[in-house]
């Protein structure tokens, strides 16, 4: 059981520097998450709020919204696209509780600003029409990261997320909106989640959906992350850990590993007709209305 701690924020959109992130800004309601994902990269961040439990001390910034609306109606403000929830779900549990996300969408409405969401919860459903809306008006796009359809081991690498099918379900329902959907494969876990069967199954439900597109990435690792998830390897696959912790003597796995994968994903990615860009969307959208000039660089 999660505890909740009550925050307030400065700014509620930190601006993002570097090329290698396809949008101007990242807004996080949430700090900690619910989920428990043994692989998530963002469990360094609970350091600076001199906390420990990533996974169960959730903090709430309770003035998000009006921080909001200062930003987005600044005569400054040229409506970059918004990555929503780059480092924590922004609809895990808690969302249920606080339900900050219908006034952030109403707002993103009001001031036309497009955004992207990532999501592992179904939650997201309960704003379908807002998201809808915006989409009518603005670029939006909604993507869920799913990297497994074998439910005994998505329980164990993501023991609080909602089940991988319940997951596609929401892809399938925001690809009768004029948001553009994807499907994030990553991480993919080496040993785990990167058999062709299981690679195979997501793309078949991927082209069910109607996804844009399909964006895949190997297991990375470094700091808290590492450790923890070197734990939970030992735990619970102890007959893979010397192979696991041999390929992952570095952050990463190396490049024969990585090459041999990715002929096997872009062979399904092509039998299944997929897209695995992640900007087509953006770009076509902007070719085929009449939207204002809008900024994803």
Not at 24 to 49: F, P, T
Not at 88 to 113: C, G, N, V
Not at 256 to 274: A, P, Q, R, S, T
Request: hydrophobic residues 30%; aromatic residues 14%; charged residues 25%.
């Amino acid at each position: 059981m999660a505890d909740y701690y009550e925050m307030t924020c400065s700014v509620a959109c930190n601006s993002l520097k570097g090329k290698h992130h396809p949008y101007g800004w990242d807004l996080n309601i949430y700090r900690g998450c619910e989920h428990g994902c043994k692989y998530c990269y963002a469990m360094y961040s609970h350091q600076y709020m001199k906390a420990k439990k990533f996974f169960s001390d959730i903090y709430v910034k309770t003035n998000i919204v009006e921080q909001l609306e200062r930003q987005l109606s600044s005569s400054s403000w040229k409506r970059e696209v918004v990555n929503i929830g780059g480092v924590t779900d922004s609809y895990q549990q808690a969302e249920k509780q606080y339900k900050l996300m219908p006034d952030i969408l109403r707002l993103l409405i009001k001031y036309k600003t497009p955004c992207i969401i990532s999501t592992k919860s179904d939650l997201i459903l309960r704003d379908y029409d807002y998201i809808a809306e915006l989409s009518d008006i603005t670029y939006v796009n909604v993507a869920s990261t799913i990297t497994c359809m074998d439910e005994h081991i998505r329980k164990k690498i993501e023991p609080n997320s909602v089940e991988s099918t319940r997951r596609f379900a929401v892809l399938k329902e925001f690809s009768k909106t004029n948001a553009s959907t994807g499907l994030h494969f990553m991480p993919i876990i080496p040993y785990i989640t990167d058999n062709r069967d299981n690679v195979d199954s997501l793309y078949y439900n991927a082209a069910k959906c109607d996804v844009d597109y399909v964006l895949p990435g190997v297991l990375y690792l470094r700091g808290k992350t590492r450790e923890v998830f070197f734990d939970f390897m030992y735990q619970e696959f102890p007959h893979l850990f010397e192979q696991f912790k041999k390929l992952y003597s570095t952050g990463g796995a190396d490049k024969n590993y990585k090459d041999k994968l990715y002929l096997m994903v872009n062979e399904l990615k092509d039998k299944y007709n997929l897209s695995n860009s992640y900007t087509k969307p953006y770009k076509e959208k902007l070719n085929q209305t009449n939207y204002e000039q809008l900024t994803l660089f």
